[in-house]
């Protein structure tokens, strides 16, 4: 591996205010339940119990990160055409830590049409078009689930927007497990253009059958709670969960949570496996650094992609030693919530902003042997340090990735 | 409201019947269409046993994508690329869901890693050895002019060039009801923030209704879920004029071209 890249041609970015932040995953909903989870060192992974009517035969033998009350939550009537699994937990996510209440704060302030909706997913509302396919009469969707627009990408976007009464620009991205990680970026460059005066961003990805048995059909899964980074890893387990985050320029008397880098790239090299050098991961951290105007050394924490697959974690563990010190604390989280696909951006940083705010950083749970391929910025421990930024990092099939800086004002 | 600007330094474009820019354009301006068009995108930068292989909309998009940087004379590797499309690989979709519904344990690995909305933009990445930034997006009618918009954005903040690529394919399967879309369309361009080229302004404009486009183009094409950019290439045909983009429930994009 190369020691040095080529100098970042990014340019230095305005912060970013972080006005909200919300994530709901397996470990509860909304960000105290995540940070106490956190702290507990419990997990939110279960044995796969997912599938109504499924016989234990038939459902995959594997741990999952499910969030409980999906199945029971009613949306209003007037949003029961996008009516999903998904968007039924963007609706709880919504309702979670003063979300709803700094989205209307945004629209008196900026009027709706100046805040866009930018939200991540890899699947979307998919699981609701798997049912209909399970229940299809004379070959045609029955009608409770003919409803067009549940069935297509843009679902999560547009349900999002119904629900929020925001009218600016509304973008669905699904750059598989960097989606969510990636509008972070999309917001800044629109806001920064002058498009819109605030953003929503976030994602949101559930449990369908599309995720376990494609994710099984690649040997990825494992048959036990994922262990990131452990010396007998053997793959990922599958979780869902939602988030958001309120994005708005940044002003100077501001003292809260702010987004300050943001950093993309490709791999280049495969549709399903890492750049065998974490070329892509590297460039990624770089840009974010670049853009955020410091060095590797001033993040205090980082939270890895981690997934717990063989090949991702050692060669990200090799791309974080090839641009960190010793001295940074990194550790993969998805051992309390499974990788959460498209919302693994949006999870992975509202756990980092936890960290920046509380100064409590998390180990890696479910992991004991270290594997002597990672560097000494894996950590399985938890610690406790006041730090100034932290850093999330969230790679995705096709070789997209996406890494962010978080900072305090 | 602020106006975003670029230099359009090249166009793709394949449609069924119109199998380059240079056929469109000239289908656009007088009306005659080439008589042994292919039915199927032959993009070079998959050998050729993947060509055949590769999902409808994957091959379209390659196709478009390095036509666009071969009229822009630019290195597809030196890009950063937004990809838009409303519906993605349907016939996958599909599979997906008849697979799950029949024989879950079954599912193809290739087909699975191949349903993401990414796809194009990750077999593009790969084919050129572009280790810059690729984005895949999807906001329904309004696809393709958010896709615009975040190029344009790019370009603001501190890319030089970008790489847009729009498509959609046919439907599939039952899900053909809930997601119509006919035939395959493609359409790309490479903007840049001091290239050459025509000019484009683009900015947000309350939404109007939209009476059905007229143009040859937007008529050639009109039942592709990507149809709403054509528009946009019915001007850039003529090389100047103005059109007026679905964005979304309270805005238009008017995209103004002058030579």
């Known amino acids: 591996m190369p020691s040095t890249l080529p100098p970042s041609t990014a340019r230095r970015m305005a912060p970013l205010a972080i006005r909200a932040c919300t994530a709901t995953s397996a470990v509860g909903p909304g960000r105290e339940a995540l940070a106490q989870a956190l702290r507990d060192g419990r997990s939110g992974l279960r044995r796969n119990d997912f599938g109504e009517g499924a016989t234990d035969a038939a459902r995959l033998d594997c741990w999952i990160g499910r969030v409980d009350g999906l199945e029971t939550l009613e949306l209003p009537a007037s949003l029961m055409p996008w009516d999903s699994r998904n968007n039924r937990l963007a609706w709880l996510a919504l309702a979670q830590d ?32 798997e049912q209909a396919y399970t229940a299809l009469e004379d070959g045609e969707f029955a009608e409770e689930f003919a409803r067009p627009h549940v069935h297509t990408p843009h679902s999560l976007g547009e349900f999002v927007q119904q629900a929020t009464g925001i009218r600016g620009p509304c973008i669905t991205v699904a750059t598989a497990c960097s989606s ?80 300050c880098g943001y950093g993309e790239s490709s791999d280049a090299h495969h549709m399903s496996s890492p750049h065998p050098e974490g070329l892509g991961a590297r460039l990624a951290m770089r840009d974010a650094l670049a853009r955020a105007g410091i060095d590797a050394d001033e993040v205090g924490y980082l939270n890895l992609h981690g997934t717990a697959t063989p090949a991702n974690d050692s060669i990200e563990a090799a791309a974080v030693a090839s641009l960190f010190p010793d001295a940074l604390h990194a550790s993969s989280t998805k051992g309390w919530t499974g990788h959460t696909l498209g919302a693994a951006g949006i999870v992975e940083s509202t756990i980092a902003l936890i960290a920046l705010e509380r100064g409590e950083l998390p180990g890696t749970l479910g992991s004991s042997t270290p594997d002597p391929a990672c560097g000494p910025q894996v950590r399985f421990a938890p610690q406790r340090a006041d730090i100034r930024y932290a850093m999330n990092n969230s790679f995705g099939f096709g070789g997209n990735n996406c890494s962010l800086v978080f900072g305090r004002a | 409201m602020s106006s975003l600007q670029a230099r359009i330094e090249g166009i793709g474009f394949w449609t069924r019947g119109l199998p380059s820019w240079a056929t ?92 993401v909305h990414n796809a194009a933009a990750g077999y593009w990445t790969i084919g050129t050895g572009a280790m810059q930034p690729a984005n895949a997006i999807s906001a329904y009618t ?30 599939a399967g039952p899900l053909a009801a809930m997601a119509p879309s006919e035939g395959l369309l493609g359409g790309a361009l490479v903007l840049s923030r001091h290239g050459a080229g025509p000019t484009l302004h683009a900015r947000l404009v309350p939404a109007s209704t939209h009476p059905a486009a007229t143009g040859a183009l937007a008529r050639y094409a009109s039942a592709n879920a990507m149809a709403p950019m054509l528009p946009l290439f019915d001007v850039l045909a003529r090389g100047e004029g103005t059109a007026v983009l679905p964005a979304g429930a309270a805005h238009d994009l008017l995209v103004e071209v002058s030579p």
Do not use: W
């Open chain 2, 142 to 171: 309004a696809s393709f002019a958010q896709g615009l918009i975040e190029a344009l954005t790019q370009l603001h903040a501190d890319s030089d060039a970008v790489l847009l690529v729009a498509y959609d394919g046919q439907h």
């Open chain 1, 180 to 259: 969510s990680a990636k509008v972070f970026a999309q917001a800044a460059r629109m806001i920064d253009a002058g498009l819109a005066d605030a953003a929503l961003v976030g994602g949101v990805d559930t449990l369908c059958g599309s995720v376990l048995f494609g994710f099984n059909s690649l040997q990825l899964v494992s048959g036990e709670p994922c262990r990131p980074f452990d010396a007998s890893r053997n793959g990922l387990s599958l979780g869902e969960a939602g988030g958001f985050a309120l994005l708005e320029r940044a002003n100077g008397g501001d003292t809260g949570l702010q987004l």
């Open chain 2, 24 to 115: 469109a354009r000239e289908y656009a301006l007088n009306g005659t269409q080439p008589t042994d068009a292919p039915t199927r995108p032959s993009p070079q930068l998959l050998p050729a046993n993947e060509r055949r292989r590769a999902p409808e909309t994957v091959a379209i998009a390659l196709e478009v994508a390095m036509a666009a940087c071969e009229a822009a004379a630019r290195e597809p590797a030196s890009l950063p690329s937004v990809f838009a499309s409303t519906h993605g690989e349907l016939s996958i979709t599909d599979y997906m869901c008849a697979t799950l519904a029949t024989d879950p344990r079954a599912l193809s690995p290739t087909k699975f890693h191949n349903s």
């Open chain 1, 98 to 129: 003063g979300m709803r209440e700094a989205i209307e704060d945004a629209i008196a302030r900026f009027g709706a049409e100046r805040v866009a909706v930018i939200v991540g997913t890899s699947t979307s509302s998919i699981g609701s078009t």
